[in-house]
């Protein structure tokens, strides 16, 4: 599985940015898709996600500012970012989740798998 991330770059306080993620393999075989953020000398968190039955999830920081979408047709998924501050620079990585799969007594783990990272800066 690969997770193509692009979009990412410079902007200034209050602008904005769409980030796009494109998966090599049919959306439909992940029990969710999203991205996560990791700032300068801060742990990875998670910025918003969205379940293949269409549950969102934001972060409180992003709530109200971002928007996240899927294009099931083209294996994508977006993240709609506005009204940027300093605080959302980050590498942000997409993610996506296959389930644990269970056939005949013998089951798959839950799998994650990540996008290369790209970058969000904002200044001031």
């Known amino acids: 599985v690969q997770l193509q991330a692009s979009g990412g770059g410079l902007v200034q306080d209050g602008g904005s940015l769409r980030l796009s993620c494109v998966i090599s393999?049919?959306?439909?075989?992940?029990?969710?898709v999203g991205w996560y953020r990791q700032a300068p000398g801060k742990e990875r968190e998670l910025a918003a996600n969205?379940?293949?039955?269409?549950?969102?999830n934001y972060a409180d920081s992003v709530k109200g500012r971002f928007t996240i979408s899927r294009d099931n047709a083209n294996d994508t998924v977006y993240l709609r970012m506005n009204s940027l501050k300093p605080d959302d620079t980050a590498v942000y990585y997409c993610?996506?989740?296959?389930?644990?799969?269970?056939?005949?007594?013998?089951?798959?783990?839950?799998?994650?798998?990540w996008g290369q990272g790209t970058l969000v800066t904002v200044s001031s």
């Open positions: 993610h996506a989740q296959k389930p644990i799969l269970c056939s005949g007594g013998i089951c798959t783990p839950q799998s994650d798998y």
């Open positions: 393999e049919s959306i439909f075989s992940f029990s969710g």
């Open positions: 969205i379940t293949n039955v269409g549950i969102i």
